[in-house]
């Protein structure tokens, strides 16, 4: 199976959903725990709900088609630690949020299937990503990129309480030019949800990686501005 679906837009904004994927190879489908095998981290139907919204935006869509458990799309390929002093969520996780084993005893992927997974599925998701940045930017001179992302409100192994409805990360504000920023912010505000800007989530290695809000002062070289929610 190809490690994502893309459905391209008409206007310069591409929506990344890099956890929505469910499907796990056989080979490592039957290594899972039994608490594993539900897939509890999945980002749950980010994908229907952006494509539902895309034509009206003309968005581009790059949806995962794998699970996080196979390889986690939204973490350096070498799996530099995004969030320090706080508990990390590998590239190849090895448990799920609440702490529980992904794999049965000894089923555990060694290095050498890690790398062959982040080449079988990491790299052809971010060539895909930066394919499409590329070809947005070529047609509007500039392109903007949202990725996309749910995860249970109350995960105590995580985060201390519950999380706010929206939480927006534009990773402490250099993955987005301050105006796009604000007005973005400041349109979910008055929507009657509870909302963060770069709280305990503030943008995963996409956001981060593809975030180059400076660029746009050299519009013939294009640039990105990217936000996480």
């Not at 968005?59 to 002093?85: C, I, W």
């Not at 090895?94 to 790398?115: M, S």
Request: net charge negative.
């Amino acid at each position: 199976m190809k490690a994502y679906h893309l459905y391209r837009g008409t206007s310069p904004l591409l929506i990344s959903v890099p956890h929505s994927g469910t499907f796990v190879p056989p080979d490592i489908k039957r290594r899972l725990s039994t608490p594993a095998i539900k897939l509890p981290d999945t980002d749950w139907h980010q994908e229907k709900i952006y494509y539902d919204m895309r034509e009206a935006l003309g968005a581009s869509l790059l949806a995962a088609t794998h699970s996080r458990y196979v390889v986690d799309l939204n973490r350096s390929p070498t799996d530099e630690d995004l969030y320090p002093g706080q508990v990390k969520t590998g590239l190849v996780p090895l448990e799920t949020f609440a702490g529980e084993k992904i794999y049965l005893p000894g089923e555990e992927p060694d290095h050498i299937e890690k790398a062959n997974r982040v080449t079988a599925y990491w790299y052809p998701y971010h060539d895909a990503l930066a394919e499409e940045l590329a070809r947005i930017k070529s047609e509007w001179g500039f392109a903007l990129l949202y990725d996309g992302h749910s995860i249970c409100s109350t995960v105590p192994r995580l985060f201390d309480g519950a999380l706010t409805d929206l939480n927006i990360g534009t990773a402490r504000g250099t993955s987005c030019a301050p105006a796009l920023e604000k007005a973005f912010y400041g349109a979910l505000e008055d929507k009657g949800y509870s909302t963060v800007l770069n709280g305990r989530f503030v943008g995963g290695y996409i956001t981060r990686r593809y975030g180059k809000p400076a660029d746009m002062e050299k519009l013939h070289e294009g640039g990105n501005r990217a936000l996480s929610l």
